[in-house]
């Protein structure tokens, strides 16, 4: 069991732990660096780090913002910077307010393909977390439509499905950008489900990215091996995490179950000034 893990979210977007919830959970577990990102939001990060604060855990406060080329989803990690940044909490909420708009079209063609899910239940399941499609996939399983929330996206809105409306336009570099602005590092997410990694790390290498997810809960060996290779190759730091969203989130990864290295969260840091 690692511990450090850079890459966690909570109920502020699709995690199922609170952002308290999430530093206990990471102490029971031994794991004594971790990063709140949450999608677009980052309104859990004081909480976190006054239960870490009191736990023995150092949070740093991190953010991951989803974009897109074509249909391919590239996510962009902020880290270290201060979560009441003007141009960062700016941006996201035109993100968030994107996100809402997008959510509506979906409901639109799910009408139209006699799936109907009610908007207000999708908020409700949303919470305080900014909306997106696991929360619509959870309201489509509960309204009978779907068995579970991988045929919701394989069969209705998925990047290729029926009901799929893609996002506002918003180009990875921008969030490299935003992510600067405020004063913080940028990372590329998880690059070893991108279909052409270096294509992308190559591309906002010029952007000015910071650093590369080499370590993460969808990376093999094989995989985690040649990030690290891209990594020194571009002169980027070494991030990772388990990429948890709790004990009840579609994806059932526990906290610390990333291999990082404990240098990674020491070189960070470095970087980060602490």
Do not use: W
């Not at 908020?123 to 919701?152: F, K, Q």
């Not at 995989?223 to 989130?249: C, I, K, N, Q």
Request: glycine share 12%.
């Amino acid at each position: 069991m690692a511990r450090v893990d850079l890459h966690l979210h909570t109920t502020h977007s699709d995690g199922t732990l609170t952002p308290a919830a999430l530093a206990a959970a990471a102490a029971a577990r031994g794991v004594m660096l971790i990063a709140v990102t949450d999608h677009d939001a980052v309104s859990g990060i004081a909480e976190a780090q006054q239960a870490g604060a009191s736990l023995g855990v150092t949070v740093l406060s991190g953010v991951e913002i989803n974009t897109e080329v074509g249909r391919e989803d590239v996510h962009i990690l902020g880290y270290g910077f201060p979560p009441d940044a003007p141009a960062l909490c700016a941006g996201l909420q035109g993100l968030r307010d994107a996100r809402m708009t997008r959510m509506d079209a979906m409901l639109a063609r799910l009408e139209t393909l006699g799936k109907p899910v009610f908007r207000a239940r999708v908020l409700e399941i949303a919470g305080a977390g900014s909306v997106g499609r696991p929360h619509l996939a959870l309201a489509l399983r509960e309204a009978g439509h779907v068995r579970d929330l991988g045929e919701a996206f394989d069969k209705l809105i998925g990047n290729r499905g029926p009901a799929y409306v893609p996002r506002t336009p918003f180009a990875p570099e921008a969030a490299v950008a935003l992510i600067h602005a405020a004063g913080g590092l940028a990372g590329l997410a998880h690059p070893g489900k991108l279909g052409d990694p270096l294509r992308f790390i190559r591309r906002l290498r010029d952007a000015g990215l910071d650093a590369l997810e080499v370590y993460h809960t969808d990376h093999g060996p094989a995989v985690t091996a040649r990030m690290t290779r891209y990594a020194a190759e571009y002169g980027l730091l070494p991030t990772g995490g388990s990429d948890s969203h709790g004990p009840y989130g579609a994806r059932a990864v526990a906290i610390g179950s990333a291999p990082v290295p404990d240098g990674v969260g020491e070189a960070l840091l470095v970087r980060l000034g602490r």
